[in-house]
């Protein structure tokens, strides 16, 4: 499975921002999907898991309530709308993909499929 994440840039404190993942490489409508950032000298943190069919969707308690994960099997592109963001989300975002195992979503472990990686900046 590839992956090309995209949608990154520069906003202010308050402000929007929508990324896309676009895949190829594997039946898009048969795998999970998740979003998760990375700052440096960190680890990589879960911020949001689609499943094949959108059935189940879990967010981070850092970006709850103010950021939506979605999917188009027909675009084969998942998307992650953030809202009123904050310095705090500053990171390099990245796209995962794996296929619908019992394994645990909010673990990057249990993606063997990533993108590049966007860089999403927030100033204050």
């Known amino acids: 499975v590839q992956l090309q994440a995209s949608g990154g840039g520069l906003v202010q404190a308050g402000g929007s921002l929508t990324l896309s993942c676009a895949t190829s490489?594997?039946?898009?409508?048969?795998?999970?999907m998740g979003w998760f950032r990375q700052t440096p000298g960190k680890e990589r943190e879960f911020v949001a898991t689609?499943?094949?069919?959108?059935?189940?969707?879990s967010y981070a308690d850092s970006v709850k309530g103010r950021s939506t994960i979605s999917r188009d099997n027909a675009k084969a592109t998942v998307y992650l709308h953030m809202t009123s963001l904050k310095p705090e989300d500053t990171a390099v975002y990245y796209c995962a993909a794996k296929m619908p195992l019992y394994s645990d979503p909010k673990s990057p472990s249990a993606y063997p499929y990533w993108g590049q990686g966007t860089q999403v900046t927030v100033s204050s």
């Open positions: 689609i499943t094949w069919n959108g059935g189940i969707i």
């Open positions: 490489g594997r039946t898009f409508s048969e795998i999970d």
